[in-house]
């Protein structure tokens, strides 16, 4: 679908939004962009409601466990069979 997009057109869209809102407000604009698409995405992955119950229980926020490095007690092996 985008794969028709070149450096050409990129430019061309570039001047156009400047001439439309003007250097001053493409920050801000831009801001608001970055600030809904997190929203949207905490919204559809569920982060948002793990923040607030976590908040509300006093815990902290749930995180990837980490690996532990040595394990407490060395792992079984199975005997070796000879045939």
């Not at 992955?45 to 532990?68: F, H, I, N, V």
């Amino acid at each position: 679908m985008f794969s028709s997009i070149g450096p050409l057109e990129i430019i061309l869209i570039i001047i156009v939004l400047l001439v439309i809102f003007g250097s001053r407000r493409l920050p801000s604009l831009g801001r608001s962009l970055g600030t809904g698409m997190r929203e949207f995405k905490e919204s559809i992955t569920g982060e948002d409601k793990q923040r607030e119950q976590a908040d509300a229980t006093g815990q902290p926020a749930l995180t990837q466990a980490q690996p532990d490095p040595q394990p407490s007690q060395p792992a079984e092996t199975a005997p070796e069979q000879r045939g």
